[in-house]
């Protein structure tokens, strides 16, 4: 028998995400580069269900606009009910990279409305996520990488490869963007890409990119059953506005952790790092009397600062 085409297989690899993981809308917005990864999606989003095209322009780069209203073009011929360009301004928060990809989901929420998000992210991306976390050392969470479905987020295909969304657009005619900051060896994500990947898979015989999503699907599962456990064990260590050091204590440090780091999620920080957490952890298994722990969030103005008092955690804050 004849292999399906790309497209078609792109097709049933989206008719199955949704069947599992159904947005529960009749229509849906996908956020398009005009890559071919997000070209790809749009095609066969469109043909499924009525489709709103969202384009954000960074304009990190000359000529943006025209590449946006180039992509806008092509959800519109694609069978797009709706196509809009989103133009962001870019800061410079956690480098880059970050702070692009802020802007980006932070103007995709103001204008998806209520409609879920596809995002076209691939297993490619998938592995490098995951390698990314393994470099920064920030724990399971980081290596889990992406979520499938993480509302309003769906990322239909995180289990097929970048090569498959080329071919489509081969298929389909298409000629996608191509971002020069996808081979620009600045970035570190393009060198995990160009570099570290080929030479893992050359060393270890193949297979690598499947592998590492395989481990953050693995991971996501057991995060999922260790949060769950967390948040029993949050609700069962708050008295007033603190944590009972008592209870907290004698938590498995894995869960522990979690519900600290969910207790300091709920208080408005934001960014939390590994290190933060195992220090406010500190407070818990070795106190000596040490200070109150930083941690970044709050109101404007104001520091966020988790402390003990006698047998509680509590947090507070006080003026920059």
Known sequence: MDRPGAVAELTAELRRFVGDHTPGDTRWCVALSGGPDSLALTAVAAA????????????????????????RDQAIALGCVAAQVLCVDV????????????????????????????????????????LLGLGRGSGARSIAGMRPYDPPWYRPFLGVRRSLTERACTELGLT??????????????????????????????????EALARTAAALQQDGDVLDLLAGEALDRARTGDGLA????????????RRAIRAWLLAAGARGLTAVQIHAVDALVTAWRGQGGVAVPGGPPRERLFAGRRGEQLILYREPV
């Open 245 to 256: 050091v008592t209870e907290l204590a004698g938590l498995a440090p894995a869960v522990r």
């Open 48 to 71: 499924v269900v009525p489709t709103t095209a969202l384009i954000v322009d960074h304009r990190l780069q000359p000529g943006s606009g025209a590449v946006a209203a180039a992509a």
């Open 176 to 209: 996608p963007w191509r971002d020069p900051h996808n081979t620009d060896a600045r970035f570190t994500r393009v060198r995990l890409r160009t570099e570290v990947l080929p030479l893992l898979e050359d060393v270890l015989g193949g297979g690598v990119a």
């Open 91 to 130: 800061g410079t928060a956690g480098g880059p990279e970050a702070a692009a990809r802020s802007a980006r989901y932070a103007a995709l929420e103001q204008a998806r409305g209520r409609q879920p998000v596809l995002l076209a992210h691939t297993l490619d991306d998938q592995a490098e996520t995951v």
